[in-house]
């Protein structure tokens, strides 16, 4: 997930999780709520019932901006430093193709978007 100031700009995953809406906010109000997640690689544990077997989703932050993060969710308690490489991997390909400055581009502008998800649905997303 690449979260911004308020919001989430990319959902991807591999499983066939289905996420709800009242996760999802759990998820970004944890994270966005949190501004010490901004300044240094974290792991958060997010307690979410429907998703985790024993409760807990765990999740790898990191920031490569003061506007742009990425946030790496497991099942999986023990993997912090395995998922901060796939997350450094991640953020080197963004800055490669110079994605991180379009994303500041287009919030300085105001340019980003939301789309309003219902309180009924959930989030599918197939990467």
Avoid: W
Avoid at 16 to 29: E, G, K, R
């Amino acid at each position: 997930m690449i979260v911004t100031n308020c919001s989430y700009l990319v959902l991807a995953r591999e499983n066939d999780v289905i996420i709800s809406p009242s996760d999802m906010n759990a998820i970004l109000i944890t994270i966005l709520a949190r501004p010490y997640l901004r300044c240094m690689d974290v792991k958060v544990s997010i307690c979410l019932p429907g998703i985790a077997g024993d409760g807990y989703l765990n999740f790898t932050v990191k920031y490569l901006t003061p506007n742009v993060g990425i946030v790496f969710a497991t099942l999986e308690s023990n993997t912090f430093y395995e998922c901060l490489g796939k997350v450094n991997i991640i953020a080197e390909e963004l800055r490669k193709q110079n994605l991180i400055s379009e994303i500041n581009k287009a919030i300085e502008q105001n340019y980003l978007t939301t789309i309003p998800i219902t309180p009924n649905g959930s989030i599918h997303h197939y990467s």
